[in-house]
């Protein structure tokens, strides 16, 4: 051995045990922020994947331009593809009809194919030649026509026949009002129905080049070009999966998304800081020891820290495993539950900003909660360390303040209330379990709010079938982190709990030398427990609620006017929680202390 640092492989073999619980805290939480961004990476991808394949690739649409203005806009270099449109007869109230049937008449560049991958060529190909034009399917069909042949288009002003250069696929409008379509390039379309076209049906579709700033490149076109505002639509689903939308509604939710993530992070380094201390203090011997053979207190700090880091080793990649695997099962619950919404989810694929976010958070989680506990082992002395006393009791200030409790109940709030850093941390790591329940509470609200168009129950829903299974996805999604949520708070309770009584074995054993009995140590265990319970819900609760309004408020009342409301149901269901997790903390310490005998409890 070289280095002191090389003591630590050696020490994590030897106090696995001990560190257990820190260990798994690491997994949780790397797996809980990397399911997260995982998750939403997963959803921006299919929704981005599923704008382009329904509305197509185009990012803003220019109306009225003149045939100066659209060179111009198509020779900028942000401009990846352009595609002039036109059409007419697109609401079947003209009277433009192809053997008696309603027919909508287009004109469009080729380019125009690629900027909608759902306009697809069944047989043919596009029509480059002036005369030439595509045709539905549907008119396929019924008029039983071929490539090759003749099509006449009737209108008001006289007859035209086209040469039939393709087949394409109906669109959902044409397929629900059974109307025909001819579609040709967009020369061949001003020439023949210029006149009969409204000024504001005359569209170019731009699609910019990657990595863009889309904004910029929209007021820049508008202000070198002399364009209007009101001339320029976007893409709104393709632009808001890019978070490149101009809608403030849209950059509210990642702000809700960035907030909640915090949250998450928050949470995870509380739960490793409180393992990290107890797991400290329940080494203050060995960091003794090494103060004793001549260690600094840097390099006990430094010693610490490393060892956080060395965990992660194991720790993250466990937690990256975890949270892929569950990303996979989610992403194919959401195809085979709503293959309309998520077909385009991905299936297998492996979410970068998941993996990058859990590594990155995780290490920068780890390596914050790692700074106290190291500051306190490089704080041990030699000789009380040595002696094997140090920090397995609180430094008495002050007698415990009995009143007319009892002597073990008095002894259970002095204990909690005997160092205010342990006791603002363990009552803040409940807190923020309350805080990121209620964060993630108006998840249902704004579950309800935003398709409430395709409850079951609602009125006018078309398909009952694909709204029950598009509605119920999303609730089982939103219950279900809702769900892990309430469990990582449970977890969080008990394993906190257990260390805290695991730092204080020998003052429990000591007690029980001089006469306490295990009944009076469960009602010491048990008051401390509800101190730290009724400290960590009023504190969740005074911070929780004003978030939860805060975020009501933006998601659902900007959006469609519901005004904030006590969350009861939410509170009650994390307060049952949390209480029936206090109580579940106190069997295990109580079970080792009653099995173990006062020799073993001192001596440990």
Avoid at 143 to 169: C, K, N, Q, W
Avoid at 229 to 249: I, P, R, W
Avoid at 438 to 447: N, P, R, V
Avoid at 565 to 588: D, F, K, Q
Wanted: net charge neutral; hydrophobic share 50%.
């Amino acid at each position: 051995m070289k280095n002191y640092l090389d003591l630590i492989p050696i020490s994590a073999k030897i106090h696995r045990r001990q560190t257990r619980m820190t260990r798994w805290c690491i997994v949780i939480s790397v797996f809980l922020i990397s399911v997260i961004f995982g998750m939403a990476d997963m959803f921006l991808q299919s929704q981005k994947n599923l704008a382009i394949m329904t509305d197509g690739a185009w990012h803003v649409m220019f109306r009225e331009l003149t045939k100066e203005q659209t060179a111009l806009l198509a020779a900028r270099p942000e401009v990846k593809s352009l595609a002039r449109y036109a059409a007419t007869n697109y609401k079947l109230d003209m009277d433009y009809k192809v053997e008696g049937v309603q027919t909508v008449l287009c004109g469009f560049d080729e380019t125009f194919l690629d900027i909608y991958p759902s306009v697809s060529l069944l047989a043919g190909g596009f029509p480059e030649e002036t005369g030439e034009a595509v045709v539905t399917e549907s008119m396929r069909g019924r008029l039983g026509v071929a490539v090759g042949d003749e099509v006449e288009v009737e209108t008001p002003d006289g007859s035209f026949a086209f040469r039939i250069s393709g087949v394409v696929e109906d669109t959902s409008m044409m397929l629900k009002t059974g109307a025909f379509g001819v579609f040709m390039n967009t020369d061949t379309y001003l020439s023949c129905f210029r006149d009969a076209t409204l000024q504001e049906d005359f569209a170019c579709y731009v699609e910019f080049v990657p990595h863009c700033r889309i904004q910029k490149a929209i007021g820049d076109i508008c202000g070198q070009m002399h364009i209007s505002k009101d001339k320029v639509s976007e893409n709104a689903k393709l632009m808001g999966t890019m978070m490149q939308s101009s809608d403030q509604y849209i950059w509210m939710l990642y702000v809700i998304a960035l907030i909640l993530a915090v949250l998450v992070a928050a949470s995870g380094m509380m739960m490793i800081l409180g393992s990290m201390n107890s797991s400290v203090a329940k080494r203050t011997e060995f960091f003794g020891m090494m103060r004793c053979l001549g260690a600094t207190a840097k390099q006990v700090r430094r010693y610490v820290c490393m060892e956080a880091l060395f965990w992660c080793l194991k720790a993250i990649p466990m937690g990256l495993f975890a949270s892929t695997v569950t990303v996979w099962g989610l992403c194919r619950m959401l195809q085979v539950l709503t293959p309309t919404w998520f077909s385009e989810m991905p299936g297998f694929g492996v979410s970068l900003p998941g993996v990058v976010f859990g590594i990155v958070i995780g290490l920068l989680t780890v390596f914050a909660a790692s700074r106290a506990p190291a500051r306190k082992a490089s704080e041990v002395s030699p000789l009380t360390a040595v002696s094997g006393n140090a920090d397995t009791v609180f430094h008495a200030k002050r007698a415990a303040h009995m009143g007319r409790m009892h002597v073990e109940t008095a002894l259970g709030l002095h204990h909690a209330a005997g160092s205010g850093k342990h006791l603002i941390l363990l009552t803040s790591s409940f807190a923020f379990s309350i805080i990121l329940f209620l964060g993630f509470g108006i998840g249902i609200d704004f579950m309800k709010h935003a398709l409430v168009g395709l409850r079951p129950d609602a009125p006018g829903t078309v398909n009952v079938e694909e709204a029950r299974a598009v509605y119920f996805s999303f609730a089982l999604f939103v219950y279900g982190f809702l769900a892990v949520v309430a469990l990582i708070a449970a977890f969080n309770i008990v394993n906190s709990m257990a260390m805290s009584v695991s730092a204080r074995m020998r003052q429990y054993g000591a007690m029980r030398a001089v006469g306490i009995t295990v009944r009076q140590l469960q009602s010491m265990i048990a008051a401390e427990t509800l101190t730290y319970l009724a400290g960590g819900l009023a504190e969740g609760l005074l911070l929780g609620l004003p978030l939860h309004c805060y975020l009501y408020r933006q998601a659902i009342t900007e959006r469609w006017g519901d005004a904030w409301s006590l969350p009861v149901w939410e509170c009650l269901v994390i307060v049952a929680v949390m209480i029936v997790s206090a109580a579940a903390a106190m069997i295990g310490p109580v079970r080792r202390i009653r099995d173990m005998s006062v020799v073993e409890t001192i001596s440990m």
